[in-house]
């Protein structure tokens, strides 16, 4: 009977009804998606060949890892550098680094992408500034490109890449 006390008391037993839950919420539904995906009971993959048969398919989904792969680059090009400043700046100055880190989660993220779209917009910022200084004769279409997904992708994941960085390096000793 103490045994069971014991365990109930540990971490791990405080964790399991939460554990059960998003097991039962997120779990399930992921297995019976994926067994549905294989024509289960019969399991076949003529599900997966018939999506990879199409170029479509196959060009979105390469497109889609590229776009991925190219953001989390950019990510840890950003992030790495930035966690590392943030962990050996001075506590007031970190709190200072953090706090601009996490705002853009303080923003919605309808308002995030409306400033991106002020900003690279045939009549935005960047247009209006390359215009005046004449670097160009005519708005770039920056909106719709693959330049505005990674800036889009890039500013929405950059906090996520940048705040685990911090906590792991803030464990290592400095020494």
């Known amino acids: 009977m103490q045994t069971v006390q014991k365990l109930v008391r540990m971490p791990i037993g405080l964790t399991a009804p939460a554990l059960t839950i998003l097991l039962v919420v997120f779990g399930l539904p992921i297995v019976l998606l994926f067994l549905t995906s294989l024509n289960a ?6 599900n997966y060949q018939a999506f990879l048969h199409q170029p479509a398919n196959v060009r979105v989904l390469l497109q889609t890892v590229q776009v991925s792969a190219v953001a989390t680059a950019i990510c ?4 790495y550098p930035m966690a590392y400043l ?6 007031r100055l970190r709190m200072v680094l ?3 880190v996490i705002i853009p989660y303080l923003t919605s993220l309808l308002v995030r992408t409306y400033a991106w779209i002020v900003i690279l917009g045939d009549n935005g910022l960047v247009n209006s500034l390359l215009l005046s ?8 279409s920056l909106i719709y490109s693959r330049l505005a997904v ?12 940048i705040l685990p960085l911090v906590s792991v390096m803030m464990g290592i ?3």
């Open 41 to 46: 009971p019969a399991f076949s993959l003529l």
């Open 76 to 79: 840890v090009i950003i992030g």
């Open 173 to 175: 000793d400095s020494r």
């Open 86 to 91: 943030i962990t050996v700046a001075s506590k």
């Open 98 to 100: 953090l706090v601009l």
């Open 150 to 161: 990674y800036i889009g992708m890039v500013h929405i994941m950059l906090p996520v890449m």
């Open 133 to 140: 200084i004449g670097l160009i004769s005519s708005p770039l």
